[in-house]
Structures are given as structure tokens and as C-alpha cells.
T-cell receptor
Framework: NAGVTQTPKFQVLKTGQSMTLQCAQDMNHNSMYWYRQDPGMGLRLIYYSASEGTTDKGEVPNGYNVSRLNKREFSLRLESAAPSQTSVYFC???????????FGQGTRLTVV | GNSVTQMEGPVTLSEEAFLTINCTYTATGYPSLFWYVQYPGEGLQLLLKATKADDKGSNKGFEATYRKETTSFHLEKGSVQVSDSAVYFCASTGGGNKLTFGTGTQLKVEL
């Protein structure tokens, strides 16, 4: 049971470098999400995709871009990484409104 | 917009003690409510859920009742174990396709 798979699990970037975090789900879910988790701040929504072909900003979208490549995949791109983007990033998916979300294992990103 | 407020941690309890973690929400309409648990180094896992007023969600000895009159969804367990040590997140649907989380409450259970 793969569920939601994120890659990579760990990454260290230098300030100004770019990278893409990958997320794929095999549950045929319509909606996908990217969150970041920081100490004392819980999970904050970066971007989400309610369905294939649509994306919307969440609470903290600045410095990020997303692509909903197809129904399975939703990637998060940092064009020019900054130390403030050091965080743990979680991808999640769910079938429809009012249902629970399923989470990946997270990507621990450090920007130096 | 929607918001979820949960009690600050960390919460430290002795094994077999009673646990309550408070959670209140603000949302338009009738959201679904969830408790998630996160063990060290892992992602979030659904612990329990409730989809309408007066519903009680339960799992692994944990319970929470959806109280619309007080907009609350407090998590309880009668007798905690060391293995329950984790971070607990309360969450609410609402605002279209968004899922809003509280800041998390760290629980540490000692022998």
C-alpha cells in the first residue's frame, strides 16, 4: 500500500538554488495539498489542487510554485531557496470535501 | 476564514493517567473534524474523525465528540501509555477544499 509518496526524504540546498519536491498518490484522489511544518506553527498550507488542472494558493505561497502534472502527481518547486524555507514539507491527498487527508512521510529541507 | 485552536503543549503525563487535549474551531457551515497523530520522524496519521454534530469518533482508546454548541472536539483517553507519546493535531474541513490544522500538542507519557 503505497498511498502518498514523497521524494526526496532529505535535502540540503544552498541559498539561491532551486529544486522540485515530488509527490505522487495511488488512491485516485481528486485533491492534493502541500503543507510546511515548522516548530510551534503546526501545518500551514502552501498550495493545493482541488482537481486535476487546477491549483490555488494557500496560507503561505510566496517563494513557491506548483504543478499538478496529472491526477496522481503534484510537485512543489522552490525557484530560489532561502533559509526561511528550511522546514519539513508534507504532501497530502484526499478524495473529496469533508473526508480525511492522507499524508506522505515528509521531506526535510535545510537551506544554508 | 476557518481556524482551529488547540491547547499548547507539551503535556507530560504518567502512564495510566487520563488525557484531555482541548480543540475548538471556527468554520462556516458544518465542517468535518479530525484528530491526527504524528510519531517522531513520520507523517501524520488519521486517529479519528467525526462528520456531524454529536458524532463521537473513537480509535485505539481515544475518543472525541463533535460539539456544535461549543464548537469543540476535545480528544480524551482514559489511560495513556508510553507508546502514545507523539504530537496530536486537530483539524477541520471548510473553506472549499481546504483542511485547516491546529498548531499541534506534544504529549509525553512517562513510566
Amino acid at each position: 500500500n503505497a498511498g502518498v509518496t514523497q521524494t526526496p526524504k532529505f535535502q540540503v540546498l544552498k541559498t539561491g538554488q532551486s529544486m522540485t519536491l515530488q509527490c505522487a498518490q495511488d488512491m485516485n484522489h481528486n485533491s492534493m495539498y502541500w503543507y510546511r511544518q515548522d516548530p510551534g506553527m503546526g501545518l500551514r498550507l502552501i498550495y493545493y489542487s482541488a482537481s486535476e488542472g487546477t491549483t490555488d494558493k494557500g496560507e503561505v505561497p510566496n517563494g513557491y510554485n506548483v504543478s499538478r502534472l496529472n491526477k496522481r502527481e503534484f510537485s512543489l518547486r522552490l525557484e530560489s531557496a532561502a533559509p526561511s524555507q528550511t522546514s519539513v514539507y508534507f504532501c497530502a491527498s484526499r478524495d473529496r470535501a469533508f473526508t480525511e487527508a492522507f499524508f506522505g512521510q515528509g521531506t526535510r529541507l535545510t537551506v544554508v | 476564514g476557518n481556524s482551529v485552536t488547540q491547547m499548547e503543549g507539551p503535556v507530560t503525563l504518567s502512564e495510566e493517567a487520563f488525557l484531555t487535549i482541548n480543540c475548538t474551531y471556527t468554520a462556516t457551515g458544518y465542517p468535518s473534524l479530525f484528530w491526527y497523530v504524528q510519531y517522531p520522524g513520520e507523517g501524520l496519521q488519521l486517529l479519528l474523525k467525526a462528520t456531524k454534530a454529536d458524532d463521537k469518533g473513537s480509535n485505539k482508546g481515544f475518543e472525541a465528540t463533535y460539539r456544535k454548541e461549543t464548537t469543540s472536539f476535545h480528544l480524551e483517553k482514559g489511560s495513556v501509555q508510553v507508546s502514545d507519546s507523539a504530537v496530536y493535531f486537530c483539524a477541520s474541513t471548510g473553506g472549499g477544499n481546504k483542511l485547516t490544522f491546529g498548531t499541534g500538542t506534544q504529549l509525553k507519557v512517562e513510566l
